[in-house]
């Protein structure tokens, strides 16, 4: 056993560094080869994800933010909803109970049917069918909401892969932490349609962030579940490596649509309409 443990420990090892360099390299060659200053990163990040058309976005005077309105609201409500479950319902994995569930699923079709009115406006010579007129406020709201359901699924998911001592009990065990959850996104989204820049300019990174976060802890949990290494951590400290692995997978995925996306348009703007 412990001969196994001498032989193990030095490919660990090189694993990790390799892990390390890795990351590092993805990392050092992304910055340099997208748009500079803080917001152009940011900009690249949401280049990944989001059509970034700039009648669909906020502003800081003349400046674009990294994603659209909509796109805002969703990573915007998913960090919120990451960071309320983190301080209210640490390690626990259970799922909402199916009356929750009826709730949210309607903010899922809230986001569908506000996306699909949106985008029968998007280019009106088709004179597709619509519901009524696209708002800034709805986009917002819905995008929110969605976030929000993002997860709350995806942090129990999260818990029960990572976590030998994961709570068998759900995030929200009573109406106050759902009022608090949701009266905390729409005080958010309140701040937001102030479009005030002391608002905007923080929330664009945090948004920004958001993509990376989600991307790396979903990466985390199949690098996980790929070594057969589930329900293994006890440590927070213990993350470090699994994220760090999700994390440069995230880094290759948006390297990769960002690559893409410059080769057919030429450029880092947002999808134009004229």
Avoid at 108 to 130: K, Q, R
Wanted: charged share 10%; proline share 6%; with cysteine.
């Amino acid at each position: 056993m412990e001969q196994t443990d001498l032989h193990a420990r030095p490919r660990l090892a090189l694993g990790k560094w390799g892990l390390i360099l890795a990351a590092a390299l993805l990392l050092v060659g992304w910055l340099f080869n997208t748009p500079p200053g803080l917001l152009g990163k940011a900009d690249a990040v949401g280049y990944a994800v989001c059509h970034r058309i700039d009648g669909r976005s906020f502003h800081i005077g003349d400046r674009q933010l990294p994603l659209c309105v909509r796109c805002t609201g969703m990573y915007l409500g998913a960090m919120l909803g990451l960071i309320y479950q983190i301080a209210f319902a640490p390690r626990r994995g259970q799922l909402p109970s199916l009356k929750a569930c009826i709730p949210l699923s309607l903010l899922v079709v809230a986001f569908g049917v506000d996306g699909l009115n949106s985008y029968a406006h998007l280019i009106p010579d088709l004179h597709l069918p619509s519901l009524y007129e696209p708002q800034h406020w709805l986009r917002l709201l819905t995008g929110t909401g969605m976030g929000l359901v993002m997860l709350i699924a995806l942090y129990p998911v999260f818990n029960q892969t990572v976590w030998r001592d994961w709570i068998d009990r759900p995030a929200f065990t009573g109406w106050r932490h759902w009022a608090g959850l949701f009266g905390l996104a729409l005080a958010l989204d309140l701040l937001l349609l102030t479009e005030n820049p002391l608002v905007l300019y923080p929330l664009a990174f945090l948004t920004a962030g958001g993509v990376l976060v989600i991307l790396s802890m979903t990466y985390a949990m199949v690098w996980l579940m790929l070594f057969r290494r589930e329900n293994r951590i006890t440590l927070p400290a213990q993350l470090a490596w699994p994220l760090l692995a999700g994390f440069a997978t995230a880094l290759v995925q948006i390297i990769a649509l960002d690559f893409v996306r410059y080769l057919i348009t030429g450029t880092w703007s947002g999808i134009s309409l004229g």
